[in-house]
Antibody, heavy 121, light 111 residues
Framework: EVHLVESGGHLVQPGGSLRLSCAAS????????MYWVRQAPGKGLVWVSH????????TYADSVKGRFTISRDNAKNTLHLQMNSLRDEDTALYYC??????????????WGQGTLVTVSS | QSVLTQPPSVSGAPGQRVTISCTGN?????????VHWYQQLPGTAPKLLIF???NRPSGVPDRFSGSKSGTSASLAISGLQAEDEADYYC???????????FGIGTKVTVL
């Protein structure tokens, strides 16, 4: 069974940094692209970033580009999100998610339970 | 504001059929990118409901069905049940934004 367990969420001051982690199990982690998706309190889902299976390519939403860095350690089956220069609007539940594709269209087939990041002074 | 437009809410009595629309444009749904649907029960993580327009993952009841036409897609729930009360999100890819995009979500209420 696929399991994705996020950790690292915390209360942090504006301008601060945080590193989120996601421990993956139950599947061949190194074969899948992975996403981070966030959800602000009471709001909808927003794609943040994704990384390809070997970690050589990453893509970011404009709202986090230059501040966030996604990475992965395939030997440890772990996904990370380094978050710098945090802003109030980064406050959200951050989900780790596994990507699957069919016929050229890609979607999230498994989600973690999320880790809460609160940016506030 | 999302590039994929969904109604904020829909409601129906138990047993009824409800539909949720997801309207995009020529850079996303209209460009041929697949539309996917997720169900988020209160206080839980989202769950994949429909992938690539019409496909149900194993375990999803056949009461849920998806369709796509032109720049829009729809999710239909037939035989509405109390357990279907949740938020539903559509998702696709937008080539002009080079980003995966979600709709704002639709809250389904069972009367």
């Amino acid at each position: 069974e696929v399991h994705l367990v996020e950790s690292g969420g915390h209360l942090v001051q504006p301008g601060g940094s945080l590193r989120l982690s996601c421990a993956a199990s139950g599947f061949t982690f190194s074969s899948y692209w992975m996403y981070w998706v966030r959800q602000a309190p009471g709001k909808g889902l927003v794609w943040v970033s994704h990384i390809n299976s070997d970690g050589s390519r990453a893509t970011y939403a404009d709202s986090v580009k230059g501040r966030f860095t996604i990475s992965r350690d395939n030997a440890k089956n772990t996904l990370h999100l380094q978050m710098n220069s945090l802003r109030d609007e980064d406050t959200a539940l951050y989900y780790c998610a596994r990507r699957d594709c069919s016929g050229g269209s890609c979607y999230v087939d498994h989600w973690g339970q999320g880790t809460l990041v609160t940016v506030s002074s | 504001q999302s590039v994929l437009t969904q109604p904020p809410s829909v409601s129906g009595a138990p047993g009824q059929r409800v539909t949720i629309s997801c309207t995009g444009n020529s850079s996303n749904i209209g460009a041929g990118y697949g539309v996917h649907w997720y169900q988020q029960l209160p206080g839980t993580a989202p769950k994949l409901l429909i992938f690539v327009n019409t496909n149900r993952p194993s375990g999803v009841p056949d009461r849920f069905s998806g369709s796509k036409s032109g720049t829009s897609a729809s999710l239909a729930i037939s035989g509405l049940q109390a357990e279907d009360e949740a938020d539903y999100y559509c998702q696709s890819y937008d080539s002009s934004l080079s980003a995966y995009v979600f709709g704002i979500g639709t809250k389904v209420t069972v009367l």
